[in-house]
């Protein structure tokens, strides 16, 4: 029940673009995407609720497709300080727990 | 306003010891939900409190078990370790009224040996 988040890893340069994926095998109500440096606590980036529009600042944005039970991550432009470990996090209706997926690691090079 | 604290930042136990790991939510959340990260596993959810109450549970053993006490402070204990069970614990605290965001702790690095 875990959701699935591809790719497991990326590495790009500064200035590229990113897509990182969250797909669960469950009806989804809200998804949610934290991001963790090493050795920090996961941060907050940003929660699409079912029924809700695409979401996202200026460079980093999500969008969430209830059929298909995904959500997507853009990173749009990317800066050495987007490295760092992507979690999406998932709830059903009417619970308060997320699930969270394996991660997804993104390195930034100059 | 104060961030999730948890305490202690690391620990190092023994085979069959047990355990109580705390986290202080942020003033006024009345969630606490705790989770498991080890390498390649993600995040694995432990269990869930509201006002006193646990609300949701993960699929862990009995011998994880957590309580939250009326000021929201919550601890969580792991009883007759195995090696298995070395990780980082991480707390995450929020008001409670769902579909919000989580506010993670730094978490306590569990170390079995």
């Known amino acids: 029940q875990q959701p699935v988040q591809s790719p497991q890893a990326v590495i790009l340069r500064e200035g590229e673009d990113a897509v990182i994926n969250c797909s669960s095998s469950?009806?989804?109500?809200?998804v949610h995407w934290y991001r963790q440096k090493h050795g920090e606590a996961p941060v907050f980036l940003m929660i699409?609720?079912?029924?809700?529009e695409q979401k996202g600042h200026e460079k980093i944005s999500a969008s969430f497709n209830e059929k298909k039970q995904q959500s997507s991550l853009y990173l749009t432009a990317s800066q050495l300080s987007y490295s760092g470990t992507y979690f999406c996090?998932?709830?059903?209706?009417?619970?308060?727990?997320?699930?969270f997926g394996t991660g997804t690691r993104l390195k930034v090079l100059a | 306003k104060a961030g999730v604290t948890q305490t202690p930042r690391y620990l190092i136990k023994t085979r069959g010891q047990q355990v109580t790991l705390s986290c202080s939510p942020i003033?006024?959340?009345?969630?606490v939900s705790w989770y498991q990260q080890t390498p390649g596993q993600g995040l694995q959810f432990l269990f869930e409190?509201?006002?006193?109450?646990?609300?949701n549970k993960g699929n862990f053993p009995g011998r994880f078990s957590g309580r939250q006490f009326s000021n929201s402070r919550s601890e969580m204990n792991v009883s007759t370790l195995e090696l298995g069970d070395s990780a980082l614990y991480l707390c995450a605290s929020s008001p409670g009224s769902g579909n919000e965001k989580l506010f993670f702790g730094s978490g306590t690095q569990l170390s079995v040996l």
């Open positions: 003033s006024g959340h009345r969630s």
């Open positions: 699409l609720l079912k029924g809700g």
């Open positions: 469950k009806a989804l109500y809200s």
């Open positions: 996090g998932t709830s059903t209706s009417g619970t308060y727990k997320y699930i």
């Open positions: 409190y509201f006002s006193e109450t646990q609300r």
